[in-house]
């Protein structure tokens, strides 16, 4: 009978540490890999980048060590022995807990620091307690407390698991804007523009960076306004003022993009574009970038001055030019617009404009109509230029 427990206890442990080592690879790995680059990034004043793999090779390997420490320091109840997990789990927590403000500085948050260092405290004791006491112990003579210890372990881990997950960083938001950021440095431009939820995702460098990967497919005119650019957006370029655009590395893909760095940054992003242009050095990206502009910018003016020059009159306009420009000629209402009645727009357009005015001014309730609006045209330049 001994034997035969002994066995069970040796198979529960492995299996045990086998859960541990996968959970705590897939958390570092896929879960919190762009947290920890963001922070190393900003604690290295920008000086070194994190490899994911070696990351994460790294802290999983520290995890079991402190799991061996724990369990050669500590004596556990057969029942309970799942909770020699518990330091190594909730300092991983605590070690992705990372938090970044509007300046870009990268911090843990207090109320995380103080959960863990009042449960570690209390851990020796309560561990000491529970092996003194017979309920969570598996008797020799017994068998069918072995299956018990079995589902209760597990279930430790598991409980232990959510712990973790719930003290890392769980930012949805911020977690896809550092994935779009990775992706756009390794190159996997139509991997980031599938990343997130555009009805949701509102952050102005999440836009940024996903310029840039529409920039890179030729699609920037046709899928921009199907994510949710903030009303405060004025441009798809950084800006040495304000908010941090860049957590993992630096903006030189999108510089690299347009083909050359402004040499004042902070000048508005369509003087610049403009003089670039008028240069003939930048890229043709560039020609994207400010239209975009304009129609972030809601400048309708500023933008059909500009549409003409860059695109054939023998071939439609990208979608969203199509609706601005559909827009344009229904707000003036004039009988001629010169070069623009030469730009091709689809019918289909046209049509979808009408809906979508029948829709404005439909008589309902202003929540339900609003409802309607959005569940029918996010995703239309027209929706986000009379968006609220």
């Known amino acids: 009978m001994r034997n035969r427990r002994n066995s069970s206890?040796?198979?529960?442990?492995?299996?045990?540490?086998?859960?541990?080592?996968?959970?705590?690879?897939?958390?570092?790995?896929?879960?919190?890999?762009?947290?920890?680059?963001?922070?190393?990034?900003?604690?290295s004043d920008h000086e070194t980048h994190y490899d994911r793999l070696t990351g994460c090779l790294i802290f999983t390997a520290i995890a079991i060590l402190i799991k061996s420490l724990t369990g050669f320091l500590l004596e556990f109840p057969q029942r309970l022995k799942a909770l020699v997990y518990l330091p190594a789990m909730m300092l991983s927590g605590l070690a992705t807990a990372e938090t970044v403000d509007s300046n870009g500085n990268v911090s843990i948050p207090w109320?995380?620091?103080?959960?863990?260092?009042?449960v570690l405290t209390l851990y020796p004791f309560v561990v000491s307690k529970?092996?003194?006491?017979?309920?969570y112990n598996v008797s020799e003579r017994d068998g069918s407390t072995i299956l018990t210890a079995w589902w209760t372990n597990i279930l430790v881990i598991l409980l232990l698991t959510v712990m973790m997950y719930s003290m890392g960083n769980t930012d949805r938001t911020l977690h896809t804007r550092l994935k779009v950021e990775r992706l756009?440095?390794?190159?996997?431009?139509?991997?980031?523009?599938?990343?997130?939820?555009?009805?949701?995702?509102?952050?102005?460098?999440?836009?940024?960076?996903?310029?840039?990967?529409?920039?890179?497919?030729?699609?920037?005119?046709?899928?921009?306004?199907?994510?949710?650019?903030?009303?405060?957006?004025?441009?798809?370029?950084?800006?040495?003022?304000?908010?941090?655009?860049?957590?993992?590395?630096?903006?030189?893909?999108?510089?690299q993009a347009l083909g050359f760095v402004p040499?004042?940054?902070?000048?508005?992003?369509?003087?610049?574009?403009?003089?670039?242009?008028?240069?003939?050095?930048?890229?043709?990206?560039?020609?994207?970038?400010l239209l975009c502009t304009y129609l972030i910018n809601k400048d309708l003016d500023g933008f059909v001055e500009t549409l003409p020059k860059y695109y054939d009159k023998e071939k439609s306009l990208p979608k969203h030019y199509a609706e601005a420009l559909v827009l344009y000629k229904g707000i003036k209402r004039e009988e001629g617009y010169g070069e623009l009645d030469s730009l091709k727009i689809d019918d289909g357009v046209k049509v979808d404009y009408n809906d979508f005015l029948a829709m404005m001014r439909a008589k309902k309730p202003m929540l339900k109509k609003q409802a309607d609006i959005r569940d029918n045209y996010f995703g239309t330049y027209w929706y986000f230029y009379f968006r609220k």
């Not at 529970?130 to 309920?135: A, F, G, M, R, T």
């Not at 920039?215 to 899928?223: F, I, S, V, W």
């Open 111 to 118: 109320g995380v620091i103080i959960f863990t260092v009042v």
């Open 9 to 43: 206890n040796m198979a529960l442990n492995v299996v045990c540490t086998v859960i541990f080592v996968i959970i705590t690879f897939i958390y570092y790995y896929s879960f919190q890999g762009d947290i920890l680059g963001m922070t190393q990034y900003a604690w």
């Open 263 to 289: 040499r004042k940054i902070d000048e508005r992003s369509e003087w610049y574009l403009k003089r670039e242009i008028r240069r003939g050095t930048a890229r043709s990206a560039v020609k994207d970038y």
């Open 184 to 255: 756009c440095h390794e190159g996997k431009y139509d991997e980031a523009l599938a990343v997130g939820v555009p009805k949701y995702d509102r952050d102005k460098a999440l836009t940024m960076w996903r310029a840039l990967a529409l920039a890179k497919t030729d699609a920037m005119g046709e899928r921009l306004f199907r994510y949710n650019i903030s009303n405060a957006q004025k441009t798809l370029l950084p800006k040495q003022t304000g908010e941090p655009h860049a957590l993992l590395r630096d903006c030189y893909p999108i510089w």
């Open 130 to 135: 529970l092996k003194n006491l017979s309920d």
